[in-house]
């Protein structure tokens, strides 16, 4: 499949006077496949801005290699820039002008055909609230309005930096179906989010960045298995034998944590290793289900961001959480 985005050790250091040298991105790597919908995840100040920037232009990069669309940027930007449709700033519209309005001027400013603005239009769910002005606006329309100036130029590529951003549950669930609509068509779509339920609900695949590296990469479904460690979750027959059970697995070399109704083990290559030692000392299993991850706990165990009881993590403070700092295919 051909890479529409391709990012290979992307750095880039900002220097300040008060704050010295600031490595936002250090060695960054990246790669998003054509017709796919790319979640681009990480926590604050992890670099999702800095990539973006860069990549369309905005920011020099200190060194690493760019393309878009197989050409390499930024040298290449004057043409590949027409077919990639990008919000990266919130873009201010004139609070007077209806959306049609605004649309006809950026269509004109950009040598596109008036028709496309009703085609826009119809895509983002603008139609019936197209005449109205801008100031008229709750924050999901304004959004969609910025998507759809972004649409104008019918781009293979779109690039949106937190879309849901501000937008409450209805909002972000409408923001949903037109990411995936557009996916549809057969755009590519990327997309940058700290919101992790809706990425694992709208994106074939992700990248997680951390402190400006990438720690995970790949379709959904991979990075949540590849996390999950090998959870399995145990109920017997008898919830009286589960210290028994705890005990008899723990000899043999699992790692369980007990509760009130099951076990929860980890490392577990083999469920049915588990039915087996049980059984042989009388113990009987009546569920033995894997564990997924949610892309949420992937998230925090691999950008060291899970709360601990007690503590304030400071923006841009590296911490370990449990044993994966780095992912298995990381950079
Ligand atoms: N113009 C700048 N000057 C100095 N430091 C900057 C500048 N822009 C970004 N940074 C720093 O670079 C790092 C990465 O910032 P960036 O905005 O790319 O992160 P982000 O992942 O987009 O964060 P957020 O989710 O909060 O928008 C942060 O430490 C940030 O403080």
């Known amino acids: 499949m051909p890479a529409v985005l391709e990012i290979e050790g992307l750095r880039k250091t900002y220097k300040s006077r008060r704050r010295g040298e600031r490595h936002a991105l250090d060695g960054f790597d990246m790669r998003v496949d054509a017709g796919q919908v790319h979640g681009f995840l990480g926590p604050n100040g992890s670099g999702k801005t800095t990539t973006l920037r860069t990549l369309l232009g905005l920011i020099r990069a200190n060194a690493g290699q760019m393309a878009l669309l197989g050409r390499e940027v930024p040298a290449a930007l004057p043409e590949v820039a027409g077919q990639v449709g990008a919000i990266v700033e919130s873009p201010q519209f004139f609070p007077h002008f209806s959306a049609r309005d605004t ?6 400013a950009g040598n596109v055909a008036p028709r496309r603005v009703d085609e826009v239009l119809e895509l983002v769910g603008l139609r019936d609230r197209a005449g109205e002005r801008v100031k008229t606006y709750s924050l999901g329309m304004k959004q969609r309005l910025a998507v759809a100036s972004a649409l104008l130029k019918d781009p293979k590529l779109l690039i949106l930096d937190e879309p849901a951003n501000g937008l409450d549950p209805g909002g972000i669930r409408e923001m949903r179906t037109l990411m995936r609509d557009l996916a549809a068509s057969g755009m590519t779509v990327v997309l940058s989010s700290h919101i992790l339920g809706e990425i694992q609900l709208i994106c074939d695949s992700v990248t997680i960045i951390s402190l400006g590296r990438r720690v995970a990469f ?13 959870a399995v979750r145990v109920r017997l027959e008898a919830a009286t034998d589960l210290p028994l059970a705890a005990e008899t697995l723990r000899r043999s070399g699992v790692q369980v944590t007990g509760y009130d109704d099951h076990l929860m083990l980890a490392g577990v290559d083999k469920p049915a290793t588990v039915t087996r030692l049980l059984a042989e000392h009388g113990l009987y299993v009546s569920e033995l289900a894997p564990v997924t991850a949610d892309l949420e706990s992937v998230f925090l165990e691999l950008t060291a961001t899970a709360p601990v009881p007690g503590q304030h993590r400071q923006v841009d403070e590296s911490r370990k959480v449990g044993g994966h700092t780095q992912g298995g295919q990381s950079a």
């Open 218 to 230: 790949g379709p959904v479904e991979e990075v949540l298995a590849r996390y999950s460690g090998g």
């Open 103 to 108: 649309l006809s001027l950026l269509a004109g």
